[in-house]
């Protein structure tokens, strides 16, 4: 199973970008997918997860700027990324829960992607 994800770069404040990330392997059905960042110096955090039913829980600090969506028919999450703020710098990872073979919980995360808001 390969979590790909793409999307991130160099943007300015209040600047947006989108962040994508796919996963792949057949013996995988995937249930939650979401996106974690972590900072320099910090922990990596939650910053939005969705279901398979289409349920969204966010980070408070990235509410009403962020929006994550998910294409189940390819296993797919993206994640809109508006009014970004310096704050918002870090690497962000994407995430996906499920089961492999139907039976084994398992989650797999994919190679982090930068993202820094400059001034």
């Known amino acids: 199973v390969q979590l790909q994800a793409s999307g991130g770069g160099l943007v300015q404040i209040g600047g947006s970008l989108n962040l994508s990330c796919a996963a792949s392997?057949?013996?995988?059905?995937?249930?939650?997918m979401g996106w974690y960042r972590q900072a320099p110096g910090n922990e990596r955090e939650l910053v939005a997860r969705?279901?398979?039913?289409?349920?969204?829980d966010y980070a408070n600090s990235v509410k009403g700027r962020f929006t994550i969506s998910r294409d189940n028919s390819k296993n797919a999450v993206d994640l809109q990324m508006n009014s970004l703020k310096p704050e918002d710098t870090a690497v962000y990872y994407c995430?996906?829960?499920?089961?492999?073979?139907?039976?084994?919980?398992?989650?797999?995360w994919g190679k982090g992607t930068q993202v820094t808001v400059s001034s």
């Open positions: 995430k996906a829960e499920g089961l492999i073979l139907g039976v084994s919980p398992a989650t797999f």
């Open positions: 392997g057949s013996v995988f059905s995937v249930n939650d």
């Open positions: 969705i279901t398979s039913g289409g349920s969204t």
